[in-house]
């Protein structure tokens, strides 16, 4: 099973900086199949990225995703305050099928 | 725009089967474009894929809880559900059901609010 780590566990930033949050994985991940999720406190998960760097429908051009084998990353070019949230990356493996997350990253106001 | 509504009992005793229902709005479950899931999350931690059900009936489960769990589809009502057998301190989470559509198969798109599970006597 593959194993996603999050980095960092909080990222502490002002609204107008730019945060950028690492994934890494204990094995390749095929680029088509890792995402990026954003929770606000008692929301569900909304789709941020699919394919390591899609945005889903909706999503502002500030999110933008990167990477490839074992190291993603989810770059926001210029917190507004609604960005302040926990993400988390997911990856789909294929044998067997299964989506394993990351232990999340919370992007608080500094 | 899909919507999903999670819907069940808030409480259930150890050993006993947790049951849960989703329901859709703005699809169709029996269309076979669509993956339907449930994840769930205990207070304060992470994201837990539980399994998914593909819209002509075939089954994903998560191996940790493939042993205890089935999803199966209701195509007169429009839902799906999940059932957890023996059900634990452990297994008291807030439980999403959610859709992907199969072009983008890999992540999850669409998300119900949830709901609060307590394992408890």
């Known amino acids: 099973e593959i194993v996603l780590t999050q980095s960092p566990g909080t990222l502490s930033l002002s609204p107008g900086d730019r945060a950028t949050l690492s994934c890494r994985a204990s094995?390749?991940?095929?680029?088509?199949?890792l995402g990026w999720y954003q929770q606000r406190p008692g929301q569900a998960p909304r789709l941020l990225i699919y394919?390591?760097?899609s945005r889903a429908t909706g999503i502002p051009d500030r999110f933008s995703g990167s990477g490839s084998g074992t190291d993603f990353t989810l770059t926001i070019s210029r917190l507004e305050p609604e960005d302040f949230a926990v993400y988390y990356c997911q990856q789909y493996g294929l044998s067997p099928p299964m989506y394993t997350f990351g232990q999340g990253t919370k992007l608080q106001i500094k | 725009q899909v919507q999903l509504q999670e819907s069940g009992p808030g409480l259930v005793k150890p050993s006993q089967t947790l049951s849960l229902t989703c329901s859709v709005s703005?699809?169709?479950?029996?269309?076979?474009?669509?993956?339907w899931h449930w994840i769930r999350q205990p207070a304060g931690k992470g994201l837990e894929w539980i399994g998914r059900?593909?819209?002509?009936?075939?089954?994903d489960y998560n191996p940790s809880l493939n042993s205890r769990i089935s999803i199966s589809l209701d195509t007169s009502n429009n839902q799906f559900s999940l059932r957890l057998t023996s059900a634990t301190a452990a297994d008291t989470a807030i439980y999403f059901c959610a859709r992907t559509d199969i072009t983008i198969f890999g992540v999850i798109e669409d998300w119900g609010q949830g709901t609060r599970v307590t394992v408890s006597s």
């Open positions: 059900i593909y819209s002509r009936g075939g089954t």
């Open positions: 703005g699809d169709s479950v029996a269309t076979g474009t669509n993956f």
């Open positions: 394919g390591t760097s």
């Open positions: 094995q390749n991940v095929a680029s088509s199949y």
